[in-house]
Each structure stands twice: as structure tokens, then as C-alpha cells.
């Protein structure tokens, strides 16, 4: 029941775009639908990472805390976006605290379920990864420019 | 004896190398470092019109002078409005004057952003930082004739929340239900409830229709880059794309080459580019 209603969200999230219906079929095996409230706290730094998140509404904070600057926003990821990939790389736990801004519809994608299908059908696993990579790349290019503090002072 | 500052400017409309003294009406605080100034002339003449995203050569007597972009209303006909922020001596300076103070204005000069090109195309304004003043007037003037637009986006990028320009007008912008306002930061703390992230993120995040769009820049050149390849990945050509070159002005009427940028004077033909006009130049490192 609850896979033949995920399945089409699942195929209309930019993150899946393309993929065809089979393969679709394949990774609502490992969905389930999540809400977070506004505020509230989805993954700290430290927790096993059991899982990636595609978001189809509302706005998350990655966040890290300092002791001198207390909690900091780094990112916000939005509606068509996702967050979490250390489900992908030992020793599977969140590197950032992860919170919901506001109220936040998602997908969660079990990472363990992920992992033994794409051990059992390579392709699927590889297209899913050169995914990732584009938007580890993406995140990467974001935050170089962020490095470059690029509204400073010249001086 | 002391001369009025006034007195100390010749008046003279037609010469573009002589101030017009205007006297300060009112300095509003934006930022930590970031003023507003209000401006009608000393002498009683009425207020330069000017075109959204032309700039004054502005002269703070006894220390120098600055191109600034005009920050208002095009159709405010009572005051003349800039935005600047306090970087060095001129500016500094500039910061200082109070209501009250008389400042010398050349002007208006250079090329405008592309609003009569632009209608019934959907508009998308990517700015950063102080790159938020030159691009206002364009904001009011395309919320002012709103029905010849199609739809209307701003994502305005700034260092953090103390960095934010315009605060309450964007606000404002963010409660009218046609108009897309988003702003990010490059970091906040956690009770922030806006984005967090480079500008460039906002864009594919953002609905245009990429054959019927005009996109317009304005911060610093490195973040300009960005945004023009994020845009392209979208499907926007070279000349839906428009950016504003910053270069150090002298003269400001394409006399002396101070603001050359390749075959260009940035005074005289810019500072308003269409993309594809610069292409060959951006980012390029001898230039
Ligand atoms: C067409 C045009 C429109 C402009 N519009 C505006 C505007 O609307 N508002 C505005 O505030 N500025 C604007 N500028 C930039 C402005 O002209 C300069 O910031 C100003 O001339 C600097 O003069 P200064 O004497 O205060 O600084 P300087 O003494 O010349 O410079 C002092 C220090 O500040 C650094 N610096 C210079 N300019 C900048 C800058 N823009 N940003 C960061 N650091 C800088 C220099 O590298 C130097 O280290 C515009 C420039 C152009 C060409
Ligand atoms: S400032 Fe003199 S030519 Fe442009």
C-alpha cells in the first residue's frame, strides 16, 4: 500500500529524475515518508547514518556546533534537493547536525536496504552514485565560494 | 572667508565634468557599514532623472570622488537616492557628511539595465552584497508596472544577517504575492530562517521560463562567474544575461580610459553589459 503511493513521488523528485519505472520500483522498496516540524532536530552530528533524505517540501539546516560561536547554520537544502550521503562511506554516521527550518516533507531512503540492492545490481547502484557525486560537486563548488568570503573587504 | 559649499560648485547642467552641489536631506544607516544618502539640489533645480542602473560621479569636497549608483525611485521626482558602503577615503569620508552637508554630483552617466528589453519576458535579479543598490530601481520599477512582466524573481545573496541591505523593504518585496524573494546568507546562526549558501544555489531552486527570460547581476566579478555558468545550465543564452562591470572612473565620460576594460569604457558603454558583449573578457586575468 504504502509503496504503490511513493513510488510516484519518488519518480517526479528531480534527484530520481529519469530513472527508469523498474528502478523506481526498486528503490520505493527502501522509502518511507517522514514530516519534521519546524525546529525540529532530524540527525546529530555523531549518529549512525542510517539513511539519506530527498526532500519534497520545507527547508533543512545543516548545522555544526561551536563552542565559541555556539550552533551555525553551513547550508540550507530545499524542496528537489537532498541531504545525507554517509550512509555511503564507513563509518556510516552524520558528520553535521541536521534540522528542520521549517515544516518538512521527505523521503527517507534506508541506506542499508540501498546498499545490499546496489550489491546486487550494480548499474542501478552506479547511476545512483554518479548522482550524488554531481551533487557532492555542486556542494563542493558552493562551498569554495562560500570560503572566498566573496562580500569582504577587498583590504 | 568661508565659502558656502554651495558657492563652491559652478552651475553648470550642461558640462558633465562640473558638480551640481546637492544638499543632504537625510543619511539613513543600512549596515554596520553601508549609508543611505538623500539628495535634492542645493541651487533649487529640479532632481536629475536618470535611468535604473546609471550612477553620479559623487564629490566630497576636499577628499575626491566616486562613482555611485543611483539607489531610487526612477520615478521619484523629490529626491535623489545612493547606497554606498564605506570602503576607503572617498567613501569614508562620505560617511561622515551629515544632514544638512553639501556634496558635488556629476551625472547621470553610463548605459542602464535592460527594463524596456525586458517586458513580457519573466525577470530574474541575482545580486549580492552592495550589488542590491544599483539593482533597486529596477526592483521599483518593474513592481510598478507589474502586469508588463512575466514572473519576477530576486535572490539576493550577503555575508550575514548584519550584512543584510534594505532589510525592511525586503521584507516588504517578500509579502507581495507575485514577486520571488529570496535571500541567503554565507552563514547565520541557528534562529536564522532563511537560506544559508552561496547565491548561485538559489537559482536552480528558482521557476523562469529559460526562452523568455532577462537575468541581471550585479555583486562582486567571482560571484558574477558563478552565477552566469549557473544560469546557462538552466538554458539562458549569452544575451538574456546582463551584468554591471565595476572599474575605477576618472573622468566617467569616456575621455581619459581610466575604467578600459578590453575595447570598452566602462563609463561610456557599460556599466551595464549584456553578457555576450563581455564574454571573451570575464574572468580573463590581464584584464
Ligand atoms: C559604475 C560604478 C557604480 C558603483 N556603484 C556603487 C554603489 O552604488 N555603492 C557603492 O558603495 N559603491 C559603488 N561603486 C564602487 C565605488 O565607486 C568604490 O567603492 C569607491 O570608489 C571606493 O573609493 P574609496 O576612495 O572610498 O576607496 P579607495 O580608497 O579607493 O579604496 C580603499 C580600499 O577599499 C578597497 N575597495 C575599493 N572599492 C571597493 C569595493 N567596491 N568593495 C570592496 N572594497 C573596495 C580597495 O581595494 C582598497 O583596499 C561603484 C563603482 C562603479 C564603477
Ligand atoms: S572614467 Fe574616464 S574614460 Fe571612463
Redesign the interface.
Known sequence: MTIQTLEPILAEHPFFKGLSQEDIALLTGCASNVVFKAGEVIRREGDAANEFYVIRQG?V?L?IYTPE????????V????IFGWSWLIPPYQWRFDA?A??LTRALALDGQCLRNKFEANPRLGYELLKRVAHVFA?RL??TR??L???????? | MVIAPEKQFINSPTDPMLPQPYRIERVRRETHDVFTLELRPANGTPVMQFAPGQFNMLYVFGTGESAISISGDPNDTNRLIHTVRAVGTVTNAMQKLKRGDCIGVRGPFGTPWPIVEAEGSDVVIVTGGIGLAPLRPVIYHVLANREKYGRFALLFGARSPRDLLFARELEQWRGHFDFNVEVTLDTASSDWRGNVGVVTTLIPRTQFDARHTVAMICGPEVMMRFTVQELMKRGLTTDQIFVTMERNMKCAVGFCGHCQYGPHFVCKDGPVFPFDRIAGLFGKREI
Open positions: 527547508k539546516a548545522e560561536r555556539g550552533q551555525l547554520m553551513l547550508q540550507t530545499g524542496a528537489g534537493e534540522r527550518v521549517e555542486e563548488l558552493a565560494l562560500q572566498l568570503d566573496v562580500y569582504g573587504n577587498r583590504s
